[in-house]
């Protein structure tokens, strides 16, 4: 019986161990640091991440139809991870109302 509560006692050290080192890692896998901004000739958006922490991001916007007929929504084909700027524009015949950033974990 001994044995086995000691045995029970360091299963339950070695446990509270393993998940006080998971709740204290640092978060991956998701892009950090990221900005992202109307682009500086104002016919796209421009986005960006400082670190990719094994993450991808691309740019996103959202351009309204100069006939007035909806809005048209697209992003940039490319995911990018190495600090590298990410951009799209505006199809012709639009301009940019808003835009943004897309990240995923892989």
Not at 3 to 10: D, E, G, I, V
Not at 16 to 29: C, H, K, M
Not at 34 to 48: D, F, K, P, Y
Request: hydrophobic fraction near 35%.
């Amino acid at each position: 019986m001994k044995k086995r509560y000691t045995a029970l006692l360091a299963g339950a050290a070695m446990a509270l161990l393993g998940l006080q080192g998971v709740a204290t890692a640092a978060p991956t896998g998701w892009p950090t640091g990221c900005t992202n901004q109307r682009s500086s000739t104002g016919a796209g958006w421009l986005a960006g991440c400082r670190h990719s922490n094994g993450g991808h991001y691309k740019a996103a916007v959202i351009c309204e139809r100069e006939d007035g007929r909806g809005d048209v929504t697209v992003h940039s084909v490319e995911w990018k991870d190495k600090r590298d700027p990410s951009f799209i524009a505006c199809p012709p015949l639009t301009s940019v109302k808003t835009g943004g950033i897309i990240t995923r974990s892989y």
